[in-house]
């Protein structure tokens, strides 16, 4: 049974993922803020596979 941390972080990764897409997908990308976002992703995809 999953706990309600690892299903929150699991919601968190797809909605920065979302955000991720979309920042991709626009005419002009903001770097910065696609870099972010990924450093974000990854610092939560690494707190599940601790658990």
Same mark, same amino acid.
């Given at each position: 049974? !999953? ?5 929150? @972080? ?9 955000? /991720?897409?979309?920042? /991709?997908?626009?005419? !002009? ?7 972010? /976002?990924?450093?974000?992703? @990854?610092?939560?995809? #690494? #707190? /599940?596979?601790?658990?």
């Amino acid at each position: 049974m !999953e706990s309600s941390h690892i299903s929150a @972080l699991k919601t968190k990764h797809a909605g920065i993922e979302a955000q /991720l897409h979309d920042e /991709l997908n626009r005419p !002009e990308p903001d770097a910065a803020i696609i870099q972010t /976002l990924k450093k974000k992703k @990854l610092r939560i995809k #690494e #707190e /599940l596979s601790a658990q």
